[in-house]
């Protein structure tokens, strides 16, 4: 008995499956060995917890036979089928008791197919995939078994099978006092359905060519499969390639000379094995999505746990994380409390708090901005990198487009829903249209997308931290100007961000020399391995992994005392009188970003406890990314003023001297009640006096106004007169 079309035979392929199950070893197997092969054992344990599939390593059947590998590529529905009746026989013999159809689920192909590779000949053959889910259909129940009624005598025939994607109808009653032709109906509840989705597969953007768009690929789900991936994940699929006829009209036999594909899925596999896992308290446990992904060995647990008992694993995962960028030592211990993440806070009320970190980043050309964030996007799971230029309110949170396959209504997710339980990264903030950023508002607080549109009402989730980085308005920082009239951003916007760092590029030969040395030794030996003590990129995202799913902090007593004492003391700081009204000081969001920062810092440590020292740091991160954005350019020294008030203290002080001085040379030169001076030779004796610095005309202005509103002098034009 041959398959149809080849010199295939049916029985020595059953031969081939049945050795291959049997004897097939993990490892070097010993000739003598009594051990049983490892896919006896897989079965065993589908006994065991009544599964419906079972997955088989196409690289252990190369390994084993080739040939049969060859003939499974090149025929699959003819080598599964066959594989299917083996393993049904292997089940009766082994447990006569079970009842349910086995699968053979195979994945790991030898090699991988690139998408826009797809051509006729690989039609009906085995491919793998890889790529990003950017779609999901509603499950669609499909017919498998029907069953049909006589209208007449009410007699119901047997089950009736699909046959090649369709049902053919009894013509006549079965039962023979009956036999009236066309009286039978379908009973829709005694009919058994199966599960179906179809998925829009894009490829990853490393594959696309230069100038090219991506491409996108349909997949078609059945039973276990479906909802196995979310839009947003990047997966492996295994499946085989197929072609249908499309009619020219519905209710016409003819049919287009163009041919639909789609790949009927065997089974799919999450790739991010450089990213972290997104763990999602939500997620039920099927072993079906990928889990084989997420579980952490016992050997790696352990491994991990040691590390995290080091007492420097903070600096040393901070050193870790980028390690191409030089310095910037506070950027990079923020972000990392950003990947670790705070705990997410349900109350008994229905009040949420969020446990995702924002940060902004905001500095001149040049001080490697982009390149954290491009490092942190290919860190972080479910990560989505923007630019504010090309992205529009509707591409950030979601839109209303007809679906091509059924012609309603759909939403499709923008990049915050796509990145949701990941890190949203988005470039060019300060040049992104308001429209836009005020989409922001709400994803960066309540986490999540409010949609009206088309007759579509939707919450959706987009429980995203934002990583945002802006340049300044003209470019380079003004360090003569607060804050806020630096970059152009509302603050309502600037107090949603926890962390708000500022790049400076500030020239200082020695540190100029070590940064030209480290940037020219990337280029000619590899620095990396230059720096000791770094953990490599696969042991730092299973770390943090680990942590997000494992680790989940509370607040010890003495750490909560510590919060409030802080958060008062920051407080007090913002006071001054005669502020303007555009302040950042500690608002209560500050506390929860304390709060969030300090059950990160718990997290690093692996600890199940916020102490008082994760507080103290949490507190050090903030007050120098608060005060780096107000470093005062006289002095050099970080003020808080510069914030709070937008005067730095160093240029209150300035000023008040200048008023002084002032006062004491119309005390010396002028008399009361006598003649008037002009503010020029006013200024030209104040130049005079070395301990002043370089004093402006305005300055002179300022200082005489202040003098006039004391009651001191009167001013008339240009000249000065001492009352």
């Known amino acids: 008995m041959y398959v149809w079309g080849t010199n295939i035979s049916v029985q020595d392929v059953n031969a081939a499956i049945v050795r291959f199950l049997r004897n097939f070893m993990e490892g070097p197997s010993q000739a003598d060995s009594i051990e049983e092969g490892k896919y006896m054992r897989e079965l065993d344990r589908v006994f065991e917890i009544e599964r419906e599939w079972i997955d088989i390593d196409a690289q252990d059947i190369y390994n084993y036979d080739q040939d049969l590998y060859n003939k499974m590529v090149r025929y699959p529905l003819e080598v599964l089928a066959i594989f299917e009746i083996v393993l049904m026989d292997m089940a009766s013999t082994r447990n006569p008791l079970f009842e349910k159809h086995i699968q053979a689920r195979i994945f790991n192909l030898r090699t991988s197919t690139c998408m826009r590779n797809l051509n006729p000949t690989d039609i009906e053959k085995m491919v793998s995939l890889k790529g990003m889910i950017i779609r999901c259909s509603s499950v669609i129940p499909e017919i498998r078994e029907a069953v049909f009624r006589c209208l007449i005598c009410g007699y119901f025939s047997d089950p009736v099978r699909v046959e090649r994607g369709r049902i053919s109808e009894p013509k006549r009653c079965m039962k023979e006092e009956c036999a009236t032709k066309?009286?039978?109906?379908?009973?829709?509840?005694?009919?058994?359905?199966a599960d179906k989705q179809i998925v829009r597969l894009q490829e990853t953007p490393d594959e696309i060519p230069e100038g090219g768009t991506p491409?996108?690929?349909?997949?078609?789900?059945?039973?276990?499969?479906?909802?196995?991936?979310k839009p947003g994940d990047r997966v492996e699929v295994t499946g085989i390639y197929r072609a249908m006829s499309v009619r020219v009209a519905p209710t016409q036999r003819t049919v287009k000379s163009l041919f639909k594909t789609y790949i009927d899925c065997l089974h799919i596999k999450k790739t991010n094995k450089s990213r972290m896992q997104a763990h999602d308290p939500m997620e039920v446990d099927n072993s079906s999505n990928g889990s084989e992904d997420v579980t952490f060995d016992e050997q790696m647990v352990e491994k991990l746990k040691e590390l995290s008992k080091n007492p420097d694993i903070y600096d040393r995962l901070t050193r870790s994380l980028a390690p191409n960028i030089w310095e910037l030592e506070d950027?990079?211990?923020?972000?990392?409390?950003q990947l670790f993440g705070g705990n997410a806070l349900k109350l008994a009320s229905g009040a949420t708090f969020r446990g995702d970190m924002n940060?902004?980043?905001?500095?001149?050309?040049?001080?490697?901005?982009?390149?954290?964030?491009?490092?942190?996007?290919?860190?972080?799971p479910r990560g989505i990198y923007t630019s504010g230029r090309g992205s529009s309110a509707v591409g950030l949170t979601a839109y209303v487009t007809k679906d091509p396959e059924t012609g309603e209504t759909v939403l499709e997710s923008g990049a915050l829903v796509l990145s949701d339980k990941g890190i949203c990264c988005i470039d060019e903030f300060d040049k992104m249209s308001d429209s836009a950023r005020s989409m922001l508002h709400e994803v960066m607080e309540q986490q999540t997308v409010s949609i009206a549109k088309a007759g579509i009402i939707a919450s959706l989730n987009a429980r995203t931290s934002v990583l945002a980085c802006a340049n300044p308005s003209g470019s380079r920082y003004n360090p003569r100007l607060s804050v806020?009239?630096?970059?152009?951003?509302?603050?309502?916007?600037?107090?949603r961000f926890d962390l708000i760092y500022l790049l400076l590029d500030k020239p200082d030969e020695q540190m100029d020399r070590r940064l030209a040395k480290h940037i020219v030794a990337l280029h000619f030996e590899d620095a990396e391995s230059v720096q000791q003590d770094v953990l490599d990129l696969s042991t730092l995202t299973a770390y943090v992994s680990y942590a997000r799913k494992h680790i989940h902090p509370q607040l010890s007593d003495e750490a909560a005392e510590e919060l409030t004492r802080g958060y008062v003391e920051m407080r007090r700081r913002g006071n001054f009188p005669g502020s303007s009204k555009k302040v950042i000081t500690a608002t209560p969001r500050q506390i929860e970003s304390l709060i969030r920062l300090s059950e990160a810092l718990a997290r690093i440590r692996f600890s199940e406890w916020v102490d008082k020292q994760d507080v103290m740091e949490a507190f050090r991160l903030l007050e120098v990314a608060m005060q780096q954005s107000a470093t005062d350019h006289s002095t050099g020294t970080i003020d808080m003023d510069l914030i709070t008030t937008g005067v730095s203290a160093s240029e209150r002080m300035r000023r008040d001297n200048l008023a002084a001085a002032t006062r004491n040379v119309i005390m010396e030169k002028m008399q009361l009640g006598g003649p008037s001076m002009r503010l020029m030779e006013l200024l030209d004796e104040l130049k005079k006096q070395s301990s002043l610095g370089e004093v402006h005309l305005s300055d002179l202005r300022?200082?005489?106004?202040?003098?006039?509103?004391?009651?001191?002098?009167?001013?008339?034009?240009d000249t000065v007169k001492r009352v």
Do not use: W
């Not at 066309?182 to 359905?193: A, D, I, K, P, W």
């Not at 950027?331 to 409390?337: A, E, Q, R, S």
């Not at 806020?484 to 107090?495: C, V, Y």
């Not at 005489?704 to 004391?710: D, G, I, M």
């Open 359 to 380: 940060i902004l980043l905001v500095g001149d050309p040049g001080t490697s901005k982009s390149q954290l964030l491009q490092y942190i996007h290919k860190l972080s």
């Open 331 to 337: 950027v990079k211990k923020g972000l990392l409390c």
């Open 215 to 229: 491409h996108t690929v349909s997949l078609l789900m059945h039973d276990k499969l479906v909802d196995a991936g």
């Open 182 to 193: 066309n009286s039978m109906t379908l009973v829709h509840n005694r009919c058994s359905f």
């Open 484 to 495: 806020i009239d630096n970059i152009h951003l509302p603050p309502t916007l600037l107090s």
């Open 702 to 717: 300022n200082a005489v106004a202040t003098l006039t509103t004391e009651g001191f002098v009167a001013v008339h034009g």
